[in-house]
């Protein structure tokens, strides 16, 4: 699975579970932030990758790339999310836990932790002058 990737399914796997608009990502594994947005209204995704400025979404069970023209699979099994990304013909599972989202990459064998930015608790550190 492609980093990138990674980071789409872990902002569709946090805004689905928790019903949150995700304002951006922080990657551990490479040690920055990710200008990754995602939100859900009923079963329908819709995602920005900043830094790719490429679009991610579409009605559940499928989310598509279209900046790499692909498809990922999405599918909800309590509160774990699992698919298959048909552009690396990979499988992974995805949770949600404390402000932090976690993909398992089947291809890599390891885990992927990212910490959410939620719009909602991001707007409640700004005030107005």
């Given at each position: 699975?492609?980093?990138?990737?990674?980071?789409?399914?872990?902002?569709?796997?946090?805004a689905?579970?928790?019903?949150?608009?995700?304002?951006g990502?922080?990657?551990?594994?490479?040690?920055?932030?990710?200008?990754?947005?995602?939100?859900?209204r009923?079963?329908?995704?819709?995602?920005?990758?900043?830094?790719?400025?490429?679009?991610?979404?579409?009605?559940?069970p499928e989310?598509?790339?279209?900046?790499?023209?692909?498809f990922?699979?999405?599918?909800?099994?309590?509160?774990?999310?699992?698919?298959?990304?048909?552009?690396?013909?990979?499988?992974y599972?995805?949770?949600?836990?404390?402000?932090?989202?976690?993909?398992?990459?089947y291809?890599?064998?390891?885990?992927?932790?990212?910490?959410?930015?939620?719009?909602?608790?991001?707007?409640?550190?700004?005030?107005?002058?």
């Amino acid at each position: 699975m492609k980093p990138h990737t990674r980071g789409m399914v872990a902002a569709a796997a946090f805004a689905y579970l928790t019903d949150k608009k995700v304002a951006g990502l922080y990657d551990h594994s490479a040690g920055r932030d990710l200008q990754i947005a995602a939100e859900f209204r009923g079963d329908q995704l819709q995602g920005f990758d900043g830094d790719r400025a490429a679009k991610f979404g579409g009605t559940l069970p499928e989310i598509h790339d279209a900046g790499d023209k692909t498809f990922v699979s999405f599918e909800v099994e309590g509160a774990t999310v699992k698919g298959y990304d048909r552009g690396t013909s990979t499988f992974y599972s995805a949770q949600v836990a404390d402000g932090v989202a976690q993909v398992y990459d089947y291809a890599a064998q390891a885990w992927f932790a990212y910490d959410v930015q939620d719009a909602n608790s991001a707007s409640s550190y700004y005030r107005a002058p």
